[in-house]
C-alpha cells in the first residue's frame, strides 16, 4: 500500500499532497478508467445517516444494512423496511452536496476522455437525484451506474467491479476503484482492481484489506490519477519533471550542477582545475539525419555548459527486419559526424529489438572545461541580458520541410523554398558561439533551443536560474522562410523545436563586446530581453505593452504530426 505522506508519531499515516515517496517506491501504474463509490467518495460523508437507518429498521450496529434486510424472511417486512431506507436516501439526496475536489476530478476525467463509473449500495434512482442538482457533473458523466439495483451481488462482493470493466471494455487490472469504505476497496482487491482508500477523516482506521493508495480527498486522487494516465507526446510536463527530480541530492561533492529542470548538463569536478560535463539525450524524431542529431544534440548540451565536447557512448536499437548494412550505415555516420566536431566516438550498445517501430539513437556525451569557464545557469543576476543566436525554430523548419514538402507545395510555397527549408538543419549546432560566449566573464548562463521551442526553453532557463525573465517580442528574430512555412500549417514559430538557436544571459558590461565577437563569425544574435529579480515566470512586452508569454503543451511538430494522423 502506498501511503502519500509521512507518519507522526502514533504511527498512524498523514495523507499529503506531497507524491515524492510515491514515485520513489511505487510500481508503475495504468489508469484506463476509474470506478467511484458514491456516498462519502462522490459526496461529503454525512449524506446519509446510516445509523439512524439501521435503528429506524432494527438492524444490529456493524452488520450491513442491505445483508440484515436480506436475511429477513417475511416479504411485508422488508418491503416496509426498504421504503424507509429508499425515503432516508431520497431526502439525503436532495440535500447533498459534491465532496471536496470531486467535481474538479471528474471534469479532468472528462477532459482526459477517461470512463467512469459509479458503483454504491444506493438505489440507482438516489444517486440520480443527488447528481441533478450539482452543478460540476451528472449521471450523463458516467458510462454505467452499479446500484442495489442491479441483480448482482453489492460491494463486498467483486461482481459490480467486473461488470463494470467489462461494460467498459477496460482490462480490471487498470480500472481504479476509489471509495471511502472498507467494501470499497475489497469489492476491488477481490476483482483485481486496483483501489484508494479516500481517508475522510485522519484517525479513521485504514481498511484491513490492502490498498494501493490512501489520500485524505479526491484531490490528492486526481494528483495521483494523473502518474497512471498516458502522457502527450513530447518532453515531461515540467510540474512531473520537477517532481520526479525532488530530493535527488549527490552526496559526491565532485557533482557541481546535478538534474534539474532546465538543466542541459551535469558537471562533475574531475580536478583543480578542469571539469567534467556529461549530457544525455535521445533521437525519437524520424528524420534522414539521424547521426547529425544524435552528435549534435549531445554537444550542444555540453557546450553551454561552458565545456568542449570530447567522448560520445552511443545506444542504437533497431526494429526487427533490419539489415546489417542499415546498422552499419548510422554507425559509420555517427563516426563521420564526430570526426567533423572533435568528439571520439568511444563505443556503447547496438541491438535489435521489438521495443522500437524505427532507428534509435541515445547518445551520452562527455566533455571538459576549465573550471573558470563553467556557465552555472544559477549565477544569472539581475540586469543581465538575454541574447539569442540566429533565429528561432531552425530545427522544426528543417524537419517540417523534409516531412512535409507535399502538403507545403499544396499551400504555395515553391520548391525552392522547400528546400531552401529542408536546409535549415545544417544549422542545428551551436558549438562556435558557445564556444565564444565561454571565454567571457560576464557570461551567466547558456541554454540550447530544444523541444517546445524558445517558449519552452525561456521558461527552463528562468526556472534554472532561480529567476523571472523580461522578454521583448518584437526582438525575437524569426527567418521569413519559418514565418511563411508556419503560417501555411497554422504553427507558431515560438512553440516549434529549436535546436541551433542558443540562449545567452550575460551582464550588460561583456554584452556588447560579447555580440560583437559571435557576429565577427558570421553568426547573428540579438537583444531580446532582461533577467529579473528572484522568482519564476516571464514577463512579455511587445512594444512596450504587456502580452501574454505563450504556453505550449507539446511541441507544434508533434502536434502537426498528431493532426496529420
Sequence with gaps: MEQIGDRDQTGDARVSARLTPFLRSGAPFRTAAVLFDFDGT??????????????????????????????????????????????????????????????????????HKIPMAIITRNAGATVERALAHFTGMDPADFALIVSRDFPMSPKPFPDGVLHVAESLGVEVGELLVIGDH?????????????????????????????????????????????YGLPLPVGKLPADLLRESLEGIISADPAVLVGAGIGEDAAAMDISEAEVLVLASDPITLATDSLARYAVLANANDVATSGATPRWLLTTLLFPPGSTPSEVVAVARDIQEVCGEYGVSLC????????????????????????????????????????????????????????????RLARSGMTEAEIAECAGFLDRVGILEEARIARSFAGVTAMHDVTEGGLAT????????????????????????????????????????????????????????????????????????????????????????????????DRDEVSRLKLVSE
Design 42 to 111: 462522490l459526496t461529503r460523508p454525512e449524506l446519509l445517516d446510516l445509523p439512524a437507518i439501521q435503528r429506524a429498521i432494527g438492524c444490529p450496529p456493524g452488520k450491513g444494512v442491505l445483508e440484515y434486510l436480506r436475511d429477513i424472511e417475511d416479504v411485508d417486512e422488508r418491503r416496509r423496511y426498504e421504503a424507509i431506507m429508499l425515503q432516508a436516501e431520497a431526502e439525503a439526496a436532495d440535500h447533498a452536496e459534491p465532496s471536496d475536489g470531486a467535481e474538479a476530478l471528474v471534469a479532468f476525467l472528462r477532459e
Design 182 to 226: 472498507a467494501f470499497d476497496i475489497e469489492a476491488g482487491e477481490r476483482a483485481g482492481a486496483r483501489t484508494m482508500f479516500v481517508r475522510n477523516d485522519p484517525a479513521e482506521p485504514l481498511p484491513e484489506t490492502p490498498t494501493d493508495f490512501v489520500v485524505r480527498n479526491l484531490e490528492d486522487a486526481r494528483r495521483i490519477i494523473r
Design 347 to 406: 563505443g556503447g550498445h547496438t541491438e535489435i529489438t521489438d521495443a522500437v517501430c524505427r532507428p534509435l539513437v541515445v547518445g551520452t556525451m562527455a566533455g571538459t572545461a576549465l573550471m573558470a569557464h563553467l556557465v552555472d545557469k544559477r549565477y544569472m543576476r539581475e540586469g543581465d541580458r538575454i541574447l539569442l543566436t540566429k533565429g528561432v525554430a531552425i530545427e522544426g523548419t528543417g524537419l517540417i520541410a523534409r516531412e512535409f514538402g507535399t
Design 457 to 552: 526553453a525561456v521558461s527552463e532557463l528562468g526556472a534554472a536560474g532561480g529567476r523571472r525573465l523580461r522578454l521583448h517580442t518584437e526582438k525575437i528574430p524569426v527567418y521569413p522562410q519559418t514565418r511563411r512555412l508556419c503560417a501555411a500549417l497554422g504553427l507558431d514559430p515560438l512553440g516549434l523545436i529549436g535546436s541551433g538557436t542558443l540562449l545567452i544571459t550575460c551582464s550588460p558590461s561583456d554584452a556588447g563586446a560579447l555580440m560583437d565577437a559571435v557576429a565577427a563569425e558570421g553568426i547573428e544574435i540579438a537583444d531580446i530581453g532582461e533577467v529579473l529579480g528572484r522568482g519564476d515566470g516571464v514577463e512579455a512586452l511587445r512594444d512596450g505593452s504587456s502580452v501574454e508569454w505563450p504556453h505550449f
